[in-house]
Structures are given as C-alpha cells and as structure tokens.
C-alpha cells in the first residue's frame, strides 16, 4: 500500500533533508512525500523545492503562513483527493532510525478500522517521551501550573503530563509531531480546524476524535526521534502568549466543563500567561 507523507517546512530546510533522507530508507511500504512550504524565507523555500527535485518529492508553496494545522491540511487536502487512505502528519525535525517504522504503524491501522488516529512512541533528543498524552482534565486542572511553580519536578524518562508509554494501548492524546492519519476521517471532521496559529493542535483532535466515537492509538512497538531544540524556537514570551491564546479557544470549543467552569478555565490561562511574561521580563 502507497501511503502520502505531509511535511510542514517553515525555515527548516536542513531538517527537512534529514527527514526525508530517513523516511527514504524505510522498507515494506510505498509513500509519497509531500513538503508543504509554509511561506518560509526565499532562499529556503528555494532550498526545499530543490530538495524536492532531487529527492522525487512532491512541492507545494503557500502563499502565506496561517498556522500550522491550515499549514498541513493543503498537504492532507492533496493527499486526500489523490486518494490515499493514510497520511503521515511528520516534522521536519523527526528522524525515524526504526527502518520498520512506517509500515509497523500502518500495519496496526489496517488492523482495526475503529483507529482513525496512530501515533508512535517518541523520544527527544534528551532522551525524554513525548506520547501518548493524558486526557484533558476539567476546570480544576487547569490551576495547576500553580502547585507546580513551587513543586519540585521529579526527573524522570517522561514529561508529567505523559500516560503510559511502555506499553500499546488506546489513548486520549498523541504527539502532534508525527502521527497517522485516515483521509476519511479527515473528510469527516472537514480536516484540521484551522483557528488555532500554533498549539492545542492534539487537544482538539483528541475531542474530534472522541466526538466521532472513533478511537486513537498508542504503539508502544514503533519509535522515532523528535530532534527538537527548544533554544532555536524563538522568543519564549510570544509563543506562550500564542499557547494561552490557543488554550482559550480551545476551552471555548471544545471542552466538556459548563460556562462557568470555562470562564474559570481562561481566566487561568491568562493569570499562567502573565505571570510567565513577568517572570521572564525579570529573568532579563
């Protein structure tokens, strides 16, 4: 079976060789690789599309950058009127050492058509697990943040909001780094929703999915490597600022709390939100 790759490159290029160089080496499945330039710099939106030349890849320009699910969804729009079944949703910074990979998610896909949504055990670059993630607690749980400024954290091989991943099992929540997809299910929720810029991606798609009464995975069995820096991301202050924002909409929309419990659950955020900006204004 022929499967369609969506790579999201936004000034990534030199990551995005890498990718592809690994997704290239990977046996027992045919794909197509599909890098989405999400308005990056010229020269490299030119880096990329040359790569894509080289490598036999498929090159799409978007005129403008409006986040990164609408980012991804030009790409699973394409893969989903060539007719593919599947798509892998992959970050430019994923390496995928497990030449198995792709065809050890797929074959668990195939295997039961309740799965809309697959997602891998993933490690970062410190050796940290990244999936699956806990379910979305209520109102009361997003006050956390503030028991956990004066809480030690506990070191560990996994984040604190990490659920089991030792062993495969359904989930609530995967890493919004690399996943797959079925292009039906895609049709059905009329693909990503689009009024998020950046973040809570998995969030609403772990609600879609269980709106849909369908089911999301974890294997525990496949692995690849997030390669994330977070040193090269940016201003830390602006994409917190992005996250709250992103937070808020999706308590609008997509939460299970009453009103009430909602105002609350934002008016958290905003408080999580302030106090991070001051904080680093001191820290400078």
């Not at 330039?37 to 010229?42: I, L, P, V």
């Not at 997003?142 to 089991?164: C, E, M, P, T, V």
């Amino acid at each position: 079976m022929k499967i369609a790759i969506i790579i999201l490159n936004y000034n990534s290029s030199a990551d995005c060789r890498k990718c592809i160089g690994y997704l290239k080496a990977q046996q027992g499945v045919e794909q197509e690789i599909v890098v989405v330039d999400n308005c990056s710099r010229e020269e490299d939106c030119k880096a990329v599309e040359l790569l894509c030349k080289e490598q036999g890849c498929t090159f799409i320009a978007n005129n403008e950058n409006r986040g990164y699910n609408a980012g991804n969804n030009v790409g699973l729009r394409y893969a989903a009127e060539k007719g593919y079944e599947y798509a892998l949703i992959a970050n430019p910074d994923m390496e995928f050492p497990q030449t198995d990979y792709l065809a050890t998610v797929l074959a668990k896909m195939q295997e039961e058509k309740d799965i809309v949504v697959c997602g891998s055990d993933i490690v970062g670059a410190d050796g940290i697990h990244q999936s699956p993630m806990g379910k979305e607690g209520n109102w009361r749980g997003s006050f956390g943040w503030i028991k956990n400024i004066f809480s030690k954290r506990k070191k560990s091989d996994a984040y604190d909001f990490i659920d089991n991943n030792k062993e495969s099992h359904y989930c609530h929540k995967v890493s919004g780094c690399c996943f797959m997809i079925r292009t039906a299910f895609l049709k059905e929720i009329n693909f990503f929703d689009e009024k998020v810029f950046l973040y809570c991606e998995e969030a609403i798609l772990s609600r879609q999915v269980e709106l849909a009464g369908k089911q999301m995975y974890y294997l525990a069995t496949a692995q690849a490597v997030h390669r994330h820096v977070k040193i090269e991301k940016g201003d830390p202050v602006r994409r917190f600022k992005v996250w709250g924002k992103s937070r808020c909409y999706f308590i609008d929309h997509y939460s299970n709390d009453h009103w009430f419990g909602k105002q609350l659950a934002k008016l958290s955020m905003k408080m999580y939100v302030a106090v991070f900006t001051l904080y680093n204004k001191i820290k400078k």
